[in-house]
């Protein structure tokens, strides 16, 4: 019997794609976009077009296991669920009698978008527990500071629009690698005279096929943003209009943005200075014109400010004004959800009688090696593998290998931080439980029931936290919520955007789009997030200074690690959830170089090379393909390291330094040495 069933693409993508399985006789056959979705539009990346590979891949988890070899060495027997849910009930009572229950660190991020199997039961249960809390910074929380401050609430042009654009700018945005959903409407747009401009540090997919692309410096996007707002406001190109309707502080912004001449901006990002003055110009005169933002520009020191100072431009030209117009870096906020009521932070005062601590995900090498008041004493791991992602690689290392640290991992594959775990759970695939997903790169909500049945003895997150619940004695009622009784509960809320979306809607139509207006335009007319709807320029907090691992940044560190290392998301992988496939190791593994730095180091493509600074080192296959600047290396990410040489990948180099606002990692201010290894 053939069947085809509906579900959601669960993984780290503004995409969030409507999916629709083919199961013959209970097995997953294909895997395709759905062709009524209105940003899906019937396909998929090739990352997800092949994930029933992943699905049935014979690396699956399917049992719950107990370590019984050295942390790190991965080797493991099989348990009973019984015995596995009791060693840690156990342990987690021991441990917070004797140091208290913030001696337990969940750690999780986004490896399932989902809201019930990524912040729902398992919240619930920390709370209740008393654990400390995980500050979850570890990809969008600077970019999310940024434009908050830039525009009050986190909406953005949809990407239906985008179609209608005649000026599309890409900063920092891989689409053809990361949002390639996108990629149809600027097709459209181009098909009708739209030219398509990058600005990154790396000429990828999209920069190659784009009209024109900027080779910026890494972490200098702030000083090409207040340069073009030096042309923009010096030729009288602002939209005086919006700007004295909709905007405050323009009058400081224009003597703040004196300074940043085209010339000044030249010198750190490595653009021309007539570069810079034609793109204010073209950018600022034609109508609509788009900017589509990403997440790279705000994994630097200046992250935060990088992106509320880019996000100010449609503000100062009024292209909010057009459909077409503005900028989108993400559109989560619209999802007005009661997650409280799905989390239930006030939980905490069951066991602590206040708010637990907080440590910063991005700090885990940190939090395992050094935080003492109460140490770390437990870490619960999953929807990440933070032994890949985390920063400061040695350290995390280092925390994960302590004798006294017990770990929980939930997973789908033995990867690098399963090798640590103490207990290691099978989890399901998002094709094998029910979620509910919201988009940061569309309007759509969506909902997916399970398509396939689990393998072997794998559990969702919301069941292995709920049987832990049981476990502990929580008697609380929202421990025995269903998924659906979850879902009515992220649904009750008052606010008009989801307002009438009900769960038996979802059940009938999979994907609902918010009540917002068809074009939705959220500044055509003032309306920021700001409690006197403006949009604030606050240009005293626009102080730029280059970040301090980069060419104009510390003297001393530049003249022993001369390169600045970036690690942008590779095209076919997604952070490190597809690690186990060979293709993808191999792409992971090269570094990008400019021939004249290759050639000064005697370094060819495909040699070996090793690039290292204060913190480790890591080796790579050298790429000399001049999709870099001079004095800039590349290597996509993120690599399984226990598949690397030496074990490690590119987050053995980068910092735990954090950004100018919202606690992010800077994993793009990265000084290196590389050397060629061997004859």
């Given at each position: 019997?053939?069947?085809?069933?509906?579900?959601?693409?669960?993984?780290?993508?503004?995409?969030?794609?409507?999916?629709?399985?083919?199961?013959?006789?209970?097995?997953?056959?294909?895997?395709?976009?759905?062709?009524?979705?209105?940003?899906?539009?019937?396909?998929?990346?090739?990352?997800?077009?092949?994930?029933?590979?992943?699905?049935?891949?014979?690396?699956?988890?399917?049992?719950?296991?107990?370590?019984?070899?050295?942390?790190?060495?991965?080797?493991?027997?099989?348990?009973?669920?019984?015995?596995?849910?009791?060693?840690?009930?156990?342990?987690?009572?021991?441990?917070?009698?004797?140091?208290?229950?913030?001696?337990?660190?969940?750690?999780?991020?986004?490896?399932?978008?989902?809201?019930?199997?990524?912040?729902?039961?398992?919240?619930r249960f920390f709370h209740r527990l008393g654990a400390s809390r995980l500050d979850r910074t570890i990809c969008a929380s600077a970019g999310g500071a940024g434009l908050t401050e830039a525009l009050g609430v986190r909406y953005g042009t949809e990407p239906e629009q985008y179609r209608h654009s005649r000026l599309i700018l890409a900063w920092g945005a891989n689409i053809l690698g990361t949002n390639v959903h996108l990629w149809p409407f600027v097709v459209e747009a181009r098909r009708n005279g739209a030219k398509l401009y990058t600005i990154d540090p790396h000429r990828n997919r999209t920069g190659a096929a784009s009209d024109k692309h900027f080779s910026i410096h890494p972490g200098s996007d702030t000083a090409l943003a207040l340069a073009l707002m030096h042309v923009i406001i010096g030729d009288g190109l602002h939209d005086a209009e919006y700007v004295a309707q909709h905007t405050e502080g323009f009058d400081e912004l224009r003597e703040r943005v004196k300074p940043w001449t085209p010339q000044r901006a030249a010198e750190l990002t490595g653009i021309a200075a007539e570069?810079?003055?034609?793109?204010?110009?073209?950018?600022?005169?034609?109508?609509?014109?788009?900017?589509?933002?990403?997440?790279?520009?705000?994994?630097?020191?200046?992250?935060?400010?990088?992106?509320?100072?880019?996000?100010?431009?449609?503000?100062?030209?009024?292209?909010?004004?057009?459909?077409?117009?503005?900028?989108?870096?993400?559109?989560?906020?619209?999802?007005?959800?009661?997650?409280?009521?799905?989390?239930?932070?006030?939980?905490?005062?069951?066991?602590?009688?206040?708010?637990?601590?907080?440590?910063?995900?991005?700090?885990?090498?940190?939090?395992?090696?050094?935080?003492?008041?109460?140490?770390?004493?437990?870490?619960?791991?999953?929807?990440?593998?933070?032994?890949?992602?985390?920063?400061?690689?040695?350290?995390?290392?280092?925390?994960?290998?302590?004798?006294?640290?017990?770990?929980?991992?939930?997973?789908?594959?033995?990867?690098?931080?399963?090798?640590?775990?103490?207990?290691?759970?099978?989890?399901?695939?998002?094709?094998?439980?029910?979620?509910?997903?919201?988009?940061?790169?569309?309007?759509?909500?969506?909902?997916?029931?399970?398509?396939?049945?689990?393998?072997?003895?794998?559990?969702?997150?919301?069941?292995?936290?709920?049987?832990?619940?049981?476990?502990?004695?929580?008697?609380?009622?929202?421990?025995?919520?269903?998924?659906?009784?979850?879902?009515?509960?992220?649904?009750?809320?008052?606010?008009?955007?989801?307002?009438?979306?009900?769960?038996?809607?979802?059940?009938?139509?999979?994907?609902?789009?918010?009540?917002?207006?068809?074009?939705?335009?959220?500044?055509?007319?003032?309306?920021?997030?700001?409690?006197?709807?403006?949009?604030?320029?606050?240009?005293?907090?626009?102080?730029?200074?280059?970040?301090?691992?980069?060419?104009?940044?510390?003297?001393?560190?530049?003249?022993?690690?001369?390169?600045?290392?970036?690690?942008?998301?590779?095209?076919?992988?997604?952070?490190?959830?597809?690690?186990?496939?060979?293709?993808?190791?191999?792409?992971?593994?090269?570094?990008?170089?400019?021939?004249?730095?290759?050639?000064?180091?005697?370094?060819?493509?495909?040699?070996?090379?090793?690039?290292?600074?204060?913190?480790?080192?890591?080796?790579?296959?050298?790429?000399?393909?001049?999709?870099?600047?001079?004095?800039?290396?590349?290597?996509?990410?993120?690599?399984?390291?226990?598949?690397?040489?030496?074990?490690?990948?590119?987050?053995?180099?980068?910092?735990?330094?954090?950004?100018?606002?919202?606690?992010?990692?800077?994993?793009?201010?990265?000084?290196?040495?590389?050397?060629?290894?061997?004859?």
């Amino acid at each position: 019997m053939t069947e085809i069933r509906h579900s959601v693409c669960a993984l780290d993508c503004p995409d969030c794609c409507s999916l629709l399985v083919t199961v013959e006789n209970g097995q997953g056959t294909r895997l395709r976009g759905n062709p009524q979705h209105p940003v899906t539009r019937g396909f998929l990346c090739g990352k997800v077009a092949q994930y029933l590979e992943r699905e049935y891949a014979p690396g699956r988890l399917l049992y719950p296991q107990r370590r019984v070899g050295g942390k790190g060495e991965g080797r493991f027997e099989r348990v009973s669920w019984d015995e596995a849910l009791d060693t840690i009930a156990a342990r987690f009572e021991n441990i917070a009698a004797q140091f208290g229950a913030e001696a337990i660190l969940p750690y999780s991020y986004a490896g399932t978008m989902g809201l019930l199997n990524g912040s729902g039961m398992d919240r619930r249960f920390f709370h209740r527990l008393g654990a400390s809390r995980l500050d979850r910074t570890i990809c969008a929380s600077a970019g999310g500071a940024g434009l908050t401050e830039a525009l009050g609430v986190r909406y953005g042009t949809e990407p239906e629009q985008y179609r209608h654009s005649r000026l599309i700018l890409a900063w920092g945005a891989n689409i053809l690698g990361t949002n390639v959903h996108l990629w149809p409407f600027v097709v459209e747009a181009r098909r009708n005279g739209a030219k398509l401009y990058t600005i990154d540090p790396h000429r990828n997919r999209t920069g190659a096929a784009s009209d024109k692309h900027f080779s910026i410096h890494p972490g200098s996007d702030t000083a090409l943003a207040l340069a073009l707002m030096h042309v923009i406001i010096g030729d009288g190109l602002h939209d005086a209009e919006y700007v004295a309707q909709h905007t405050e502080g323009f009058d400081e912004l224009r003597e703040r943005v004196k300074p940043w001449t085209p010339q000044r901006a030249a010198e750190l990002t490595g653009i021309a200075a007539e570069e810079i003055v034609q793109l204010a110009r073209e950018y600022a005169t034609t109508r609509p014109a788009a900017i589509r933002l990403n997440y790279g520009v705000q994994r630097s020191e200046r992250g935060a400010m990088a992106v509320r100072a880019i996000a100010l431009l449609p503000a100062l030209t009024g292209s909010w004004k057009d459909v077409g117009g503005g900028l989108q870096l993400s559109t989560s906020q619209a999802f007005h959800l009661n997650r409280a009521g799905l989390e239930r932070a006030d939980l905490q005062g069951k066991s602590l009688g206040r708010t637990a601590r907080l440590i910063n995900m991005t700090e885990l090498g940190r939090a395992l090696t050094v935080v003492d008041d109460p140490p770390v004493k437990a870490l619960v791991v999953y929807n990440s593998n933070p032994a890949a992602i985390a920063p400061n690689q040695n350290a995390v290392l280092a925390g994960l290998r302590r004798d006294d640290l017990f770990t929980v991992v939930l997973e789908q594959f033995q990867n690098d931080t399963a090798d640590y775990a103490d207990i290691l759970l099978p989890a399901t695939t998002f094709l094998e439980h029910t979620d509910l997903y919201l988009a940061y790169g569309h309007y759509y909500l969506q909902l997916a029931r399970p398509a396939l049945a689990a393998p072997g003895e794998a559990k969702s997150n919301v069941e292995v936290f709920r049987l832990l619940a049981e476990g502990m004695g929580f008697d609380e009622p929202c421990f025995r919520d269903s998924e659906d009784d979850m879902i009515r509960t992220l649904l009750d809320t008052p606010h008009p955007f989801v307002q009438g979306i009900t769960l038996e809607k979802l059940d009938r139509e999979h994907s609902v789009r918010l009540r917002i207006p068809e074009p939705f335009q959220p500044f055509a007319e003032g309306g920021f997030g700001t409690a006197d709807g403006k949009c604030h320029f606050k240009a005293e907090s626009l102080d730029y200074e280059p970040p301090v691992e980069s060419r104009f940044g510390d003297a001393k560190l530049r003249s022993q690690y001369p390169f600045e290392l970036i690690s942008p998301k590779n095209d076919d992988s997604m952070n490190s959830t597809f690690g186990h496939r060979d293709s993808l190791d191999l792409e992971t593994s090269a570094l990008h170089m400019h021939a004249s730095d290759a050639a000064r180091l005697g370094i060819r493509s495909a040699d070996q090379v090793r690039a290292y600074n204060q913190r480790g080192s890591c080796i790579f296959v050298a790429q000399v393909d001049n999709s870099v600047s001079a004095g800039v290396v590349c290597t996509p990410s993120v690599r399984w390291g226990k598949r690397a040489p030496g074990k490690r990948n590119a987050n053995a180099l980068t910092s735990e330094r954090l950004t100018d606002a919202g606690g992010g990692p800077t994993f793009y201010s990265c000084l290196v040495q590389v050397e060629r290894i061997g004859d």
